[in-house]
């Protein structure tokens, strides 16, 4: 199963080849990724997307041990927000692969266009020393839906 | 009257003292103003917020002359958009003045918080040579219900 | 007195116009304020730019509460650092007036270009709680070589 | 034979982690990737760093296929500039894989730390048609002293 996380664009992203910048294209994942782990403040009401609760929580930091993408088409500035679907590619005893297809807006009519796929290995560990912290059942059980296989990538040497 | 433009915050906008940083928040500025006045590409549904229609067009070039922003309040990451509110300051011959008031999310309960005020102003140019180029009577008579007074700054000297 | 602070472009700081962007002028302000203030870590030699010593220490926060930018020419990418020009328009009780003149390299050969000038108003705070902490006796020595008269802008309203 | 380029980091690159955020790391790549191939102005002398001649020239595009890096080491802000170091690891037909290794100040003392490595693969193609175009056998003469073992990444599964 994926999750679909709806990101906006900013004008902003773009180059100077006007088109959304590949560096700008991994902040698109991390606001996907932070969306998708984010636990909403108390008082704040469910958002649109779901969430991938229990998040990780405070005390806890996620280093980011890798990433990989490739690009498969240039990106426009457009209203819409694209449609990120996130799963899990591997979860493992402190890191898990949080994989990514990034797609042209789900509501704009006709087909969609896959304009890139990535990879991020997540550590999770602990705030004050830095050490890894093993991924709890808890956590796992509300992951485990969402494992799928691991992202392919096409241009791998 | 103003535009109230629903701008998503991303966590890659907190600096390293974990609010919002002061140069990002002119990013969401820039978002504001590029959605207000961004022609929807043909066959894309109109958005959920008001476009000032006409849109500044091709060949035209928008340069930014100058910006005052005052910081009132630090702002926190949060998933719900900002609630960025624009008008004009000032219908010029070939300049506007766009203002702007940056409030907590419209939709969060209680009294929204202003965390910052500011004001652009954008020279209509020609896109080939840079030169200004005069506001026509249709964008004038499409932008003046937005026309407000400016907005005015607390701690200008 | 004015400190010159070399700041490197990025490739990155276009935007689709093929200019620095407006707002990522304000980074290059950001940095330049930095380099200004901060203090070189135990061991790191003087950096080649001059340094405000005494710098702003350890638990204490530097808010920015007001920016005011006006833009006059636009600037390319070019690989020689800009000569970014900084001076305190206001030492007050708990803020300074940073002011800064944006020009073109100061080895470029020719007058170098003004491409932007800037003031950003920072005050002083207690890391923990917030509140505006006085200056010394000590910083206003420091500081004082370098008050001039306040940046003078010429498109305010 | 690695080339050299110093890449100054920029407070801004930090995150709310207070280290230089996982997606600047790859601006700081795209940085030392420009500096690599571009081609001075003329009348602008030969920077510090070396330059990889002849450099892409005007009517041709670098599309951006696939990146992957790997972190090793935080990296805290420093006024130094990093010693990103860039070969690379293939030169195919149309195609260039950069590698990086990201180190420490070379001029800090002491064993320098990799904080990172990567790779880009970077497709030549026409700026107007968008299609690959082939390397000539001039640049090939001129990279070919910088082609080394592809960059090999350690946790890769």
Known sequence: M?????????????DAFNHVNNVALLKLLEEARVRAFWRPAAGEDAPPTAVL????????????????????APIPYQRRPLDVQLWF?????????????????????????LYARASTTVVKADGATGRPLR?????????EP??????????RR
């Open 53 to 72: 609760d229990p998040s990780l929580g405070a005390g806890v930091l996620t280093l980011i041990a890798r990433q990989e993408v490739e690009y498969y």
């Open 146 to 155: 969402y494992l799928e296989d691991t992202a392919e990538f096409t241009h």
């Open 89 to 113: 590619g591997k979860l493992g005893g402190s890191s898990i692969e949080v994989c990514y297809d990034v797609l042209s807006p789900a509501d704009a009519g006709g087909a969609q266009i």
């Open 135 to 143: 991924i709890s059942p808890l956590e796992r059980a509300a992951w």
């Open 2 to 14: 994926r999750l679909h996380v709806p990101i906006h664009l900013r004008w902003g992203d773009l």
